[in-house]
């Protein structure tokens, strides 16, 4: 069946980076988008950025420009998120999702991994 | 980006209740508009996608109306497995955006 398994929690300190992994499995991995989506404790969801697996380009928030990358191995089927920089507002539970991915349109996030909690502590 | 504003914030009903949730767009986005539901520490689960239509395995007794700014999310009868936050979000453009969510309780 369809899965995005994500890495475990992480503890980074500020000012560091961190780097999450979203491992797919049970579809055609350049068939589809992998976004990246965060949830701060007691907050909504906020969009962080795609990847589309095939030609490995992506698209970032504005709020993140600059301080997020996202790749992908192919052989792995997997994507990364890395966050550089970060700050104590960064806490949050991160997650990816996939999307159908095709030309001339964006669609909804159909299948969703299963969360990595980020704590930024010194 | 385009802004979604959800309302009501939270809301309590009763077991067998209908209930119903708005989300309105800051711009026309046709009918880019889906419809989650979070249990706690939990990942979003995809109910009503393309504003009306049902998700993959979803019961019947969600819907979901609306295009162009304005859309509705509707539990036809309220169940104690409904509690939850519900988000609507927008695929219309780059970036994504979501609704600030509903929180739904049991009365």
Same mark, same amino acid.
Do not use: C, E, H, K
């Given at each position: 069946q369809v899965q995005l398994v994500q890495s475990g929690a992480e503890v980074s300190q500020p000012g560091a980076s961190v780097k999450v992994s979203c491992r797919t499995s049970g579809?055609?991995?350049?068939?589809y988008s992998i976004h990246w989506v965060r949830q701060a404790p007691g907050q909504g969801l906020e969009w962080m950025g795609r990847i589309s697996?095939?030609?490995g380009a992506t698209n970032y928030a504005q709020t993140f420009q600059g301080r997020v990358t996202v790749t992908r191995d192919t052989s792995l089927t997997t994507v990364y998120m890395e966050l550089s920089?970060?700050?104590?507002?960064?806490?949050a539970l991160y997650f990816c999702a996939r999307a159908l991915l095709l030309p001339g349109y964006y669609y909804p996030l159909d299948v969703w991994g299963q969360g990595t909690t980020v704590t930024v502590s010194s | 980006d385009i802004q979604m504003t959800q309302s009501p914030s939270s809301l309590s009903a009763s077991v067998g209740d209908r209930v119903t949730i708005t989300c309105q767009a =800051?711009?026309?986005?046709?009918?880019s508009l889906n419809w989650y539901r979070q249990e706690p520490g939990k990942a979003p689960k995809l109910l009503i996608?393309?504003?009306s239509h049902l998700a993959?395995?979803?019961? =019947?007794?969600f819907g979901g109306s609306g295009s162009g700014s304005d859309f509705s999310f509707t539990i036809s009868s309220l169940q104690p497995g409904d509690i939850g936050t519900y988000y609507c979000q927008q695929n219309h453009n780059l970036p994504y955006t979501f609704g600030l969510g509903t929180k739904l309780e049991i009365k």
């Open positions: 579809y055609a991995f350049t068939g697996p095939n030609t920089r970060l700050m104590s507002d960064d806490t | =800051s711009q026309d986005i046709s009918n996608y393309d504003a993959t395995g979803v019961s =019947s007794r």
